[in-house]
């Protein structure tokens, strides 16, 4: 591990519908689109050490943005976000099971306090799933800022399901930065994090007659 910190980001942007007081993703997301209910949010994703990233368990990065949803009063800036890349969540028939969390906090339109929180759910159909697990992202709103212990208990605002839009996903691609002393070690952490996010999608997707 290096023992000098590469700051790495990217910008990410994610759109999509969910509806009031509906629990399940998939009824909230085609309900919200029925009543026109639009949800997303831009992200830019940070750690200011690249390694230590890396080599965290649960590969845990600061979020920073905005959630923007009309019926919840338009462009709201976040007051504190974080992200995980690849949680081990163990085996789901068999295969390696991910989730990339989301939690960001934010005031509705009125001031009242509210978490977004969402999940990817990377699991193994076949190789063509992908792109479909890893730019769909079911998410709720909750009321209050809530921690992850707190989920289960926290009232419910809503829920639905956002997506990373093709045009969306080759424009975050041009936003990938990596800051730390000279080129050669830029490239370095760079390097290691492309290796840790296809290293995490070989074990999901890979073969089953490779496991």
């Avoid at 019926?71 to 007051?79: P, R, T």
């Avoid at 159909?125 to 992850?148: C, F, N």
Wanted: charged content about 25%.
């Amino acid at each position: 591990m290096s023992e000098v910190a590469y700051h790495l980001e990217f910008t990410e942007e994610m759109k999509g519908w969910f509806a009031f007081g509906e629990p399940d993703y998939q009824r909230g997301k085609r309900r919200g689109r029925d009543l026109g209910w639009s949800v997303m949010f831009h992200l830019t994703i940070a750690t200011d050490d690249t390694y230590r990233f890396l080599g965290h368990r649960d590969h845990l990065a600061d979020a920073q943005g905005w959630v923007k949803c009309d019926a919840l009063g338009g462009k709201l800036a976040l007051v504190r976000g974080t992200f995980n890349l690849f949680v081990d969540k163990g085996e789901l028939d068999g295969a390696p099971l991910r989730h990339m969390l989301y939690r960001l906090w934010f005031m509705d339109g009125v001031g009242n306090p509210l978490t977004l929180t969402g999940f990817k759910h990377i699991r193994h159909d076949d190789v063509t799933e992908v792109w479909p697990s890893t730019s769909t992202l079911y998410i709720r709103i909750l009321q209050g800022h809530v921690e992850a212990e707190g989920d289960n208990a926290a009232g419910l605002v809503g829920a639905g399901i956002i997506h990373i839009l093709p045009l969306d996903f080759a424009r975050q691609c041009t936003t990938f930065r990596v800051r730390g002393p000279g080129l050669t070690g830029r490239v370095k952490a760079f390097v290691a994090f492309g290796q840790l996010f296809a290293g995490e999608l070989w074990k999901v997707f890979r073969p089953r007659r490779w496991r």
